[in-house]
């Protein structure tokens, strides 16, 4: 299965969760406003009970464990849009926001 993938300048914080697999450090140092820090460790223990938006956007330092981490909301979230975002952090150009762990 395939997942989307979405360029980073096509993301839309207004609209998608941003959901930031990254450890909680990288995740400090900088993350996109309005992201949330859901380390892929984690993932797997909330994916099932969460309530996912109309659409989410899977972000990691590349892009590829991301398409992963989509993937696998993808088979819990229902009637959800779920895309990783190509490139990943390595390609995101936009403002970064700080915050203490």
């Known amino acids: 299965m395939t997942v989307e993938q979405i360029d ?14 990254r450890d909680e450090d990288s995740f400090a140092e900088g993350h996109i406003p309005g992201a949330e820090n859901v380390p892929l460790d984690n993932l797997e223990e909330v994916v099932d009970e969460r309530e996912w938006n109309d659409e989410v956007v899977v972000a990691c330092y590349v892009g590829q464990t991301s398409q992963q981490a989509a993937r696998l ?10 895309a990783s975002m190509s490139g990943g952090y390595k390609k995101w150009d936009g403002p970064l926001r700080q915050s203490n762990k």
């Open 8 to 21: 980073p300048t096509d993301v839309d914080t207004e609209i998608a969760d941003v959901i930031d697999i």
């Open 73 to 82: 909301i993808d088979a819990y979230a229902d009637d959800v849009i779920v």
